[in-house]
């Protein structure tokens, strides 16, 4: 493993970092992206955890939250409407409908046209690689400006929209419809997961990026890539989990290190 650090090391010893990861994804065939809460930090969303987390600054949330919503929806739309939520989805809510892609989301972007990034699997609910401009995306934890049926998995994008009370049944099966996030207790869509499995098992070399690789079962499809034999490359301010797994581990943020890889690729 190669670990190179931002901090206490020259910028030639990042750049050949750098160099390092672009000649594995310039040989690779299929790259896959997974990206989780360091892409938001840098757009001004907080995480949830750590020591400037939502959750510690205003404590953990109750984990039944779809069970909830489910045995009252009306209920729980309304209560949201009134501000009788959690402080710590108050603020996240605000920082979401001010944050904007960085540098990082769109040099991810650039990656894909060039080819260079076949698909991106992300973590984050900010719609923010969508709004960057990625196409082959797999949000695995739903996106905020979209609705979704819980009986046939439709999807109605609200763009800039945010509903005041409760939304129709699903116009295609007549279902209950709900953001599309996904809450406390509640499965992944299945076939978001399906995508993002499939997308996993196709991928020789998984470019993981600003993810603690903590949360499951995301951080799973990590340690199955690694298990089939594909070369795990980590961009992290912070050692994680996955950094024994990696065969490169990048210490650096990326809204610093991808725009220098774009360059790096793009020579």
Same mark, same amino acid.
């Given at each position: 493993?190669?670990?190179?650090?931002?901090?206490?090391?020259?910028?030639?010893?990042?750049?050949?970092?750098?160099?390092?990861?672009?000649?594995?994804?310039?040989?690779?065939?299929?790259?896959?992206?997974?990206?989780?809460?360091?892409?938001?930090?840098?757009?001004?969303?907080?995480?949830?955890?750590?020591?400037?987390?939502?959750?510690?600054?205003?404590?953990?949330?109750?984990?039944?939250?779809?069970?909830?919503?489910?045995?009252?929806?009306?209920?729980?739309?309304?209560?949201?409407?009134?501000?009788?939520?959690?402080?710590?989805?108050?603020?996240?809510?605000?920082?979401?409908?001010?944050?904007?892609?960085?540098?990082?989301? @769109? &040099?991810?972007?650039?990656? $894909? %046209?060039? *080819?260079? +990034?076949?698909?991106?699997? !992300?973590?984050?609910?900010?719609?923010?690689?969508?709004?960057?401009?990625?196409?082959?995306?797999?949000?695995?934890?739903?996106?905020?400006?979209?609705?979704?049926?819980?009986?046939?998995?439709?999807?109605?994008?609200?763009?800039?929209?945010?509903?005041? @009370? &409760?939304?129709?049944?699903? $116009? %295609?099966? *007549?279902? +209950?419809?709900?953001?599309? !996030?996904?809450?406390?207790?509640?499965?992944?869509?299945?076939?978001?997961?399906?995508?993002?499995?499939?997308?996993?098992?196709?991928?020789?070399?998984?470019?993981?990026?600003?993810?603690?690789?903590?949360?499951?079962?995301?951080?799973?499809?990590?340690?199955? &890539?690694?298990?089939?034999?594909?070369?795990?490359?980590?961009?992290?301010?912070?050692? !994680?989990?996955?950094?024994?797994?990696?065969?490169?581990?990048?210490?650096?943020?990326?809204?610093?290190?991808?725009?220098?890889?774009?360059?790096?690729?793009?020579?």
């Amino acid at each position: 493993m190669t670990s190179a650090q931002t901090t206490g090391v020259s910028r030639d010893e990042l750049l050949s970092a750098i160099e390092e990861i672009a000649v594995i994804l310039g040989r690779s065939t299929y790259v896959v992206g997974m990206t989780g809460a360091g892409m938001s930090v840098e757009s001004g969303i907080p995480p949830f955890r750590g020591a400037d987390g939502l959750w510690t600054r205003h404590g953990t949330p109750r984990m039944d939250g779809y069970s909830q919503f489910k045995k009252d929806p009306t209920g729980w739309w309304d209560r949201r409407t009134n501000q009788e939520i959690d402080a710590h989805i108050i603020e996240l809510r605000d920082a979401l409908a001010a944050a904007e892609p960085h540098a990082g989301h @769109y &040099a991810l972007s650039e990656l $894909e %046209k060039q *080819g260079s +990034l076949q698909s991106l699997v !992300t973590q984050n609910i900010d719609a923010l690689d969508e709004k960057a401009g990625v196409q082959n995306l797999i949000e695995i934890h739903g996106n905020r400006t979209k609705l979704r049926c819980i009986e046939c998995g439709d999807r109605v994008s609200l763009g800039d929209f945010v509903p005041l @009370y &409760a939304p129709g049944p699903c $116009e %295609k099966c *007549g279902g +209950l419809m709900k953001f599309d !996030t996904v809450m406390f207790g509640e499965p992944i869509p299945a076939d978001v997961m399906a995508t993002a499995r499939a997308e996993i098992d196709r991928a020789d070399c998984i470019l993981a990026i600003g993810t603690s690789a903590t949360v499951r079962p995301a951080s799973g499809l990590l340690w199955i &890539a690694a298990a089939s034999g594909a070369t795990i490359i980590e961009i992290n301010p912070a050692e !994680t989990k996955l950094t024994p797994i990696c065969d490169v581990s990048l210490r650096a943020t990326a809204g610093e290190a991808l725009p220098l890889l774009l360059d790096a690729l793009s020579k």
